[in-house]
T-cell receptor
């Protein structure tokens, strides 16, 4: 069973392109999180949201609670954005994680 | 303010050996979690704790034990390591259920 589904699994983009990563979930949630993981590195929290939209620099995250769907957008993508992006939902006493979207931005 | 610190960062074990992974947080968080990350799979919850002295099983608890004797520390133990426990282990903490999660840098464990 997959409580959280992400798409696409892999994404290659040219520098400067607008990128969208999607996340759908099937459980009731208290909040949805977008995480970033660089190769060989730790995990960093980018956003936590329970409604609407949040923006941080070139990153924008949206959530539609009724449709159980969230998107992460990256505007003007840059090679340093290359990483795995993970969607996670907080439900009851734990988090459920998607398998991640591996993004490669080519100069 | 170090956030969440995991030790060690890398370890190689022989089958049958035991070890303890330490997770320490300095944010006074109530909730702490241990996850494992395997290729092609999302992070899976091993055990978690909702406060000092309490622990609970997650999705994949077999072969692991945990303890939370102090609020800031959450220990993950492998009593008899198996090759199937080769993975990257992440610790996380949250101040309350469903709030922002802070992750450690991960521990890469190889069991040969």
């Amino acid at each position: 069973k997959n409580e959280v589904e992400q798409s696409p699994q892999n994404l290659t983009a040219q520098e400067g392109e607008f990128i969208t990563i999607n996340c759908s979930y099937s459980v009731g949630i208290s909040a949805l999180h977008w995480l970033q993981q660089h190769p060989g590195g730790g995990i960093v929290s980018l956003f936590m949201l329970s409604s609407g939209k949040k923006k941080h620099g070139r990153l924008i995250a949206t959530i539609n609670i009724q449709e159980k769907h969230s998107s992460l957008h990256i505007t003007a993508s840059h090679p340093r954005d290359s990483a795995v992006y993970i969607c996670a939902v907080g439900s009851r006493n734990q988090f459920y994680f998607g398998t991640g979207t591996s993004l490669t931005v080519i100069p | 303010n170090a956030g969440v610190t995991q030790t060690p960062k890398f370890r190689v074990l022989k089958t049958g050996q035991s070890m303890t992974l330490l997770c320490a947080q300095d944010m006074n968080h109530e909730y702490m979690y241990w996850y494992r990350q395997d290729p092609g799979m999302g992070l899976r919850l091993i055990h978690y704790s909702v406060g000092e002295g309490t622990t609970a099983k997650g999705e994949v608890p077999d072969g692991y034990n945990v303890s939370r004797l102090k609020k800031q520390n959450f220990l993950l133990g492998l009593e008899s390591a198996a090759p199937s426990q080769t993975s990257v282990y992440f610790c996380a903490s949250t101040i309350l259920q469903g709030t922002e999660a802070f992750f450690g840098q991960g521990t890469r464990l190889t069991v040969v």
